[in-house]
């Protein structure tokens, strides 16, 4: 689906894919421009595992880089044919292993002054409703909790002087203490939410169950009925043998410290942005964090498989979030006034059509885009996707919208089904048309899922 995604909008993009089949694994790369409705190669190369810092042991990695001729060949050709393109996007050809990891936008934004987004492996754009621009903002400092609640504190204000957000702030233990002896007292558009409501009273001693964390209740009952617009969550991160978790303790409102850590998957932190509606989905990783590849990991396994927009943001780099800022104004904008986010310390996943106002091209349209041609493309053909339109209901989606244009908050139940439907429209159009049966199954699951988002528009509208 990426490579329809290139082809449809016509994107400037550094195609990269890990070789493990040959003799020498390597990693091969291909800078590819449009000139007109025609792609251009511009180059390729082939680079040693041990220019990004990958071991051919699969070990998870500590450390990753762009290797160095790499970010000249990028810069280079982008100077000389990129034209008017408003970006660069990268594309990673699964399975790539820990590429994602790699800081790929610290050094390439840095060497051609250009934003770089991440082509993500989904349509259509997610559906979002609502006035106001709501986040839930979770902060959980291991090592470090006069720093979170500093940072906590910067960034929400940022958010709501960059685009009159409000924030629901879920802090650890450690993190609320300094908020206190901070002061300032609460605030309408900030509500900090206390870490010792996330038990009952008298339950404070018995430990959550192995693996499993009071966080996920905790921020549901605190958000009661307001679906948030995005979920961003601040914490450290570490590896179990391959696999990037993030770190928390069992109960927030208890002592912190990495030995009563337990860990949460990518997984885990969708299903709760879901729980709560958030269309957004961002990572910030601070600067006690043990391991920042893990949690530039997650956030790409995550942006790849999602409809919605998916950041990561160094807040070590970003300490008052004004990157992070940014990349939520963006996301919101659907006027297309707000330029492309530009800053080292971002990754984004975001579909192509979150960029329609700034990409040069003329827009075309989505319902008409047909299967990949390029010579460029290296993966098989990709069918036609259905138009998103036949299989969800937009003008459902739509009445939503309107329904909620003039409100603060939508419901929670509201968000949350529109984040099952987009997901499951998501799936349907990454399959692609399928042949006798399974053909006569997707179609069903199409109306199915067309039917469920007219009756929550129904429902949500107050209409018979």
Not at 38 to 58: C, H, I, K, N
Not at 141 to 149: F, N
Not at 346 to 375: C, D, I, K, M, R
């Amino acid at each position: 689906m990426a490579e329809l995604l290139i082809e449809t909008w016509r994107l400037s993009v550094l195609r990269v894919r890990l070789e493990v089949a040959l003799e020498q694994p390597s990693v091969h790369s291909d800078l590819t421009v449009y000139e007109g409705d025609s792609p251009r190669r511009l180059w390729t190369r082939v680079d040693p595992l041990e220019g990004f810092g990958l071991a051919r042991d699969r070990v998870a990695p500590s450390r990753l880089a762009v290797p160095h001729a790499l970010v000249e060949a990028v810069a280079d050709g982008l100077e000389r044919r990129l034209g008017r393109q408003a970006a660069l996007w990268l594309r990673l050809v699964p399975p790539y292993g820990y590429l994602g990891g790699v800081p790929w936008e610290r050094e390439l934004v840095a060497a051609t002054d250009l934003p770089v987004l991440r082509v993500p492996d989904r349509l259509p754009v997610a559906t979002d409703a609502g006035r106001s621009w709501t986040v839930a903002l979770v902060v959980n400092a291991v090592e470090d909790p006069q720093w979170a609640a500093g940072h906590a504190r910067r960034l929400a204000a940022t958010l709501r002087d960059r685009m009159a957000a409000e924030v629901d702030l879920f802090p650890d233990a450690g993190t609320a203490r300094h908020l206190d002896a901070a002061g300032g007292g609460p605030q309408g558009w900030l509500r900090v939410h206390d870490p010792a409501a996330a038990a009952p009273a008298g339950d404070r001693q018995d430990a959550a169950p192995r693996g499993r964390t009071r966080w996920a209740d905790w921020i549901v009952e605190g958000l009661g009925r307001r679906a948030v617009r995005a979920f961003h969550a601040v914490s450290p991160a570490a590896f179990d043998g391959e696999q990037p978790l993030i770190a928390l303790p069992p109960d927030p409102g208890a002592p912190g410290g990495w030995d009563r850590c337990v860990f949460v998957t990518a997984e885990d932190v969708e299903r709760l942005a879901d729980r709560v509606g958030a269309g957004l989905i961002s990572f910030g990783s601070p600067p006690e964090n043990r391991s920042d590849t893990a949690t530039r990991v997650m956030a790409d396994a995550l942006g790849q498989r999602r409809p919605g927009p998916t950041v990561y943001c160094d807040a070590g780099d970003d300490p008052g979030g004004d990157a992070l800022a940014w990349a939520h104004a963006f996301a919101a904008d659907a006027t297309g006034e707000t330029p492309v986010p530009r800053a080292p310390s971002l990754f984004a996943y975001l579909q192509p059509e979150h960029v329609q106002q700034n990409l040069a091209h003329p827009w075309p349209a989505a319902a008409a885009a047909g299967p990949p041609t390029s010579p460029v493309a290296e993966e098989a053909p990709l069918p036609a996707p259905p138009a998103p339109g036949a299989l969800a209901s937009p003008e459902a989606g739509a009445s939503i919208q309107r329904t909620f244009a003039s409100e603060d908050h939508v419901p929670t139940w509201v968000a949350a089904s529109e984040r099952f439907v987009d997901r499951a429209v998501a799936e349907l159009v990454k399959r692609g048309p399928a042949p006798g049966a399974g053909g006569a199954y997707d179609a069903g699951t199409a109306q199915a899922l067309a039917d469920l988002r007219d009756l929550v528009a129904r429902h949500a509208t107050g209409a018979p």
